[in-house]
């Protein structure tokens, strides 16, 4: 459900032309963080959401339960 719900998130702000989104993963309760986190990097390299992502980052070393995504613009 998470998965289905961040590709319509993203397609929804690319087509808004938004260019920067920040997506709450959560720190998860596990060494490795919860299942989103660990699972996200993955995500976005699907080939439904690669193609709409410029870039991401952690906004602060801090808070690594969040991820901030440029996104490509529209041509």
Request: net charge positive; hydrophobic share 40%; charged share 20%.
């Amino acid at each position: 459900q998470a998965h289905h719900a961040l590709i319509s998130f993203l397609r929804g702000a690319h087509a808004q032309r938004l260019r920067c989104v920040e997506v709450i993963t959560g720190r998860g309760n596990g060494a490795n963080g919860g299942a989103i986190r660990r699972e996200f990097p993955h995500w976005l390299n699907g080939p439904d959401i690669r193609p709409l992502i410029l870039g991401a980052v952690h906004p602060h070393i801090r808070n690594t339960g969040s991820v901030r995504l440029l996104l490509r613009r529209i041509r």
